[in-house]
């Protein structure tokens, strides 16, 4: 699902996912961000607690024939000057370790100030491409060739604009509302479609709802939702004109804890599957 033309900027080091990744503990490439009092870039490691230079600081001092070097900078990036000097003059110039205690100094923790920022467009994008996915996996050939993906696939090449005519959005909770009325319906609990506020405790879900959202004089609409890592990418649902094969009434789920396999949830299948069973003559129940 992963690709430099789409989502590849919700990716980038200054992107909120990013952040929110980092501290999921599921990407291990820095953050960036500056330091507060002088703005010289810095790679925040999240998970860490900790932020090194992005670049090492380097001053070279002439007295005379004499050269030396001032450098600062992490452990690694000292180590790599380091290297290059020797290559340059020799072994005149100490490894790290060589370095007597004195002329080391380890600096303290300072601040820095980070920036993150997300695209509209770029989500909104995303959050269509996951619905062309989360389609693909629960009904195959049968929803590639629908007019809902061709409908999906239009709004995933539009021009970048967010709010474009054709293009509208939806708020979740229209959607968890009409699912807390179907509860009422059946017999037994259907899934929750909402995913959890983030707290110490909460799991990390990412998770792409399909919903078919009812509109008058009968033309068929879906909402699609996408969440990653608990975050709604967009804040809200894009409305497509279309329906899902089948032209079930309740969403369809794909959902994702981290570090578990990704389950789908067809909750209309789920829901009449209920009904079924509770009309089943006791004789049938037997055999």
């Known amino acids: 699902m992963i690709g430099h033309d789409i989502e590849g900027p919700l990716h980038a080091p200054d992107s909120v996912l990013a952040f929110f990744a980092s501290s999921a503990g599921v990407r291990e490439r820095p953050l960036h961000g500056e330091r507060a009092e002088t703005g010289e870039p810095m790679l925040v490691h999240w998970t860490k607690g900790g932020a090194v230079p992005r670049d090492p600081d380097v001053e070279v001092f ?3 024939d004499d050269v030396s070097v001032k450098l600062g900078g992490t452990e690694k990036q000292v180590k790599r000057v380091l290297k290059g000097l020797r290559k340059k003059y020799g072994d005149a110039v100490p490894d790290l370790e060589a370095l007597p205690a004195e002329a080391k100094r380890i600096k303290q923790p300072e601040t820095v100030r980070m920036g993150l920022q997300i695209s509209l467009v770029d989500t909104r994008r995303f959050c269509v491409k996951t619905a062309l996915a989360a389609g693909s996996m629960a009904w195959g050939e049968r929803f590639i060739t629908s007019e809902l993906a061709g409908n999906l696939r239009r709004i995933l090449h539009a021009p970048d604009s967010l709010f474009t005519p054709d293009v509208e959005v939806v ?53 699609t939702f996408t969440h990653v890592l608990g975050v709604p990418t967009p804040i809200h649902g894009v409305l497509v004109d279309g329906s899902l094969p089948g032209e079930p009434i309740l969403p369809l789920v794909l959902r994702e804890q981290l570090g578990e396999p990704a389950e789908l949830l067809n909750i209309d299948q789920l829901a009449f599957a209920q009904l079924v069973e509770q009309d089943r003559r006791p004789e049938d129940l037997r055999t």
């Open 171 to 223: 708020d979740l909770r229209y959607v968890e509302l009409a699912m807390e009325q179907a509860r009422q319906m059946f017999p037994r609990p259907l899934p929750d479609i909402s995913v959890p506020e983030r707290g110490p405790d909460a799991p990390w879900i990412s998770q792409v709802i399909l919903a078919p959202i009812p509109r008058p004089g009968g033309v068929a609409r879906i909402a």
């Open 62 to 64: 002439h007295e005379g």
